[in-house]
């Protein structure tokens, strides 16, 4: 047998095996969590994160973004965060940039340590964020989600209250299929799919034409094929990166770029699945 044939196995033995029972703790201080999640490095998911979460606090929620992906934070660089999170020795004040609530940890490590950890460490660090964060009065949590279906997805969905889940992917098929995957983990767990989205969906020429590099529609089949809502798609666009790695999120950067008011639509859509 492949390693890639028993990497998969092992996955769904996880998921299959795991109780539906489990009493899912609440993260305090928050209304509402959200995990994004792509199942699939490599797709945009934490720049969609970012972006979401300036898009629902300029319509008027308190948010907090939770940097879930343990080996590889992003949330420092993309918030231009490089201070230490206070503690009393106890629990963690998160910090405040753009009038959104952080937490990585990355705040806690210097930025080209790796983390070098086993998955019951990485486990630990999650539940340490998500019950030990005083988190303040948030309508909305986004919790970046690390990519794959591994021990950091089946512990917010087994041991912490989840509301809902974006699945993030760009339209290619070998993206599609971790995507998959990563929908019957989220259904088998009980946790709702808010709906997907497709990133990166096509490139814009300056004179007005559209190329499919990735492919075109696979994100949307996919979610007629599993009966989940389809939130939009997102173009191909150099601000958004430039935007990330200048540490300002597109939709704080400029609200009125064409790819920040595509964000703005989508979280619309989102925070009209609480009301």
Known sequence: MNNKKSTSINEEI?????????????????????????AKGGVGKSTFAANLAVAIKKLGSKVGILDADIYGPSLPKMMNISEKPKSDGKNISPINKYDI?????????EEQTPMIWRGPMATSAIRTFTQKV????????????????????????????IDGAVIVSTPQEIALLDVKRGIKMFEKLDVKILG???????????????????????VERTANE????????????????????NGKPLVEENSNHKISKIYLEIAKKIKSSFQ
Not at 17 to 29: D, E, H, L, R, V
């Open 14 to 38: 996880k998921v299959k095996t795991a109780s539906k029972n489990f009493i899912k703790k609440p993260i305090p201080g928050i209304k509402h969590a959200i995990a994004v999640s792509s």
């Open 101 to 109: 609530q952080c937490m990585s940890i990355g705040f806690l490590t």
């Open 134 to 161: 005083l988190w303040k009065d948030l309508d909305f949590l986004i919790i970046d989600m690390p990519p794959g279906t591994g021990d950091i997805q089946l512990t917010f969905s087994q041991e912490i209250k």
């Open 196 to 218: 997907l989205v497709n990133n990166m969906s096509h490139f814009e020429t300056d004179d007005g034409k559209n190329y499919a590099i990735f492919g075109e529609g696979g």
């Open 226 to 245: 599993f009966n989940k809502n389809f939130l939009g798609k997102i173009p191909i666009d150099s601000d958004v990166g430039k935007a990330a790695d």
